[in-house]
């Protein structure tokens, strides 16, 4: 590994980091290619420890868990709260199976109903089967050709996760008094439908779970109850972060760094950049979403569509297809129905 590399990874490595104020970074391992942790961040005080997040419901990351928690002073059992960011299994998974065994309380955005009900009916085979935690109809991407391999990938199913119901939905604007501090949880919807930042203001904080990345930008909609405004939603949501004051970051997925606000900006400017990528693939004829990613370059690398992993092309197919219903919002693009139920996009005709 690289010199660049091994700094860009060393957030990754299992000691608690201590930032200031009782607050520490402790980060869970994940068995997903590219995304080697998430971060759990622990708020103490003397009568026990609040999280933000909960890591993955595998025995790697409670035992890391246990062994950070020790490292600064507490055991499992002092846990009162999780106060997780979103729905997805890295972060939800865990706080249910130490609920079970210690009692901790669970809160949760109001806004992941809809996730929690989808995901349920996906488990009991209620749902679509061409749709897989946030995999929308291939068919409808224009991508129906991988369907067969997606199939074959998910054949054996992860570990079985229990998708019980927090014990507190948590309201946009909802005031968290913590016995050191307070915490107002934002909804900030676009990664998922739910998502919330927990921003503290007095110490400058922010709390960001995926809504905002340091060295990756988060996958839109990637949830069981799709929204095929995701992409608005998480540009709204951007928007709705810079308007706070500016603070820390405090991301579930990379280093700490100085300024939310900068990378707001950075992930703006991202997106300005594939809108007008991904109206070039439309403009040279690729209609359907599957096309217009395949015409796209990926991830830092610049990498080819064709280089990327199943998982991560579906990832990127969703994407662009989110970026499409941008830009028809925008009357930049209008789009159809093929014979076979794939989404065709074409340029809009200029307005007289």
């Known amino acids: 590994m690289s010199h660049t590399a091994a700094d860009r990874y060393a957030w ?12 520490y970074r402790i980060p869970l391992p994940l068995p997903i290619d590219g995304l080697k942790a998430v971060n759990v961040y622990a708020i103490t005080d003397p009568g026990g420890v609040d999280l933000i997040d909960a890591g993955i419901a595998l025995v790697a990351a409670r035992e890391r868990l246990t062994a950070a928690l020790r490292q ?18 890295d972060h939800y998974s865990l706080a249910v199976e130490l609920r079970r065994t210690f009692g901790s309380l669970i809160s949760l955005g109001e806004g992941e109903r809809e996730n929690l009900i989808a995901i349920r009916e996906l488990i009991k085979g209620h749902g679509s089967q061409e749709r897989f935690f946030g995999f929308d109809s291939l068919r409808r991407l224009g991508a129906a050709e991988l369907e067969a391999s997606l199939a074959e990938a998910n054949r054996h199913p992860p570990a079985t996760v229990e998708w019980e119901d927090p014990d507190h939905w948590v309201a946009d604007g909802t005031g968290i008094d913590l016995r050191t501090r307070t915490l107002r949880a934002v909804h900030t919807p676009g990664h998922t439908r739910g998502h919330l930042v927990f921003h503290d203001a007095a110490a400058q904080l922010m709390f960001a779970g995926d809504h905002v990345l340091p060295q990756i930008t988060p996958s839109i909609g990637f949830e069981a109850a799709g929204s095929r405004m995701a992409l608005g939603d998480y540009l ?17 997925h990379g280093p700490v760094t100085a300024s939310t606000h900068d990378r707001v900006n950075e992930l703006l400017a991202h997106h300005d950049t594939r809108l007008a990528e ?12 599957y096309e217009a990613a395949k015409a796209i370059r990926w991830t830092r690398g610049q990498r080819l569509f064709g280089e990327l992993d199943l998982f991560s092309q579906i990832l990127a197919i969703n994407e662009t297809a989110a970026h499409l219903e941008v830009l028809m919002v925008r009357g930049q693009l209008t789009r159809e129905v093929s014979a076979e139920g794939a989404d065709l996009y074409q340029v809009a005709a200029p307005q007289n």
């Open 236 to 252: 709204s949501s951007l928007g709705r972060t810079l308007a706070l004051p500016d603070a820390r970051l405090l991301p579930a």
């Open 72 to 89: 600064i002073g507490y055991e499992l059992g002092d846990v009162r709260n999780f106060f997780v960011t979103h729905i997805h299994i």
């Open 12 to 23: 990754i490595e299992p000691d608690a980091e201590d930032l200031g104020g009782g607050v």
């Open 278 to 289: 991904t109206f070039s693939a439309v403009q040279a004829g690729h209609a359907t979403p």
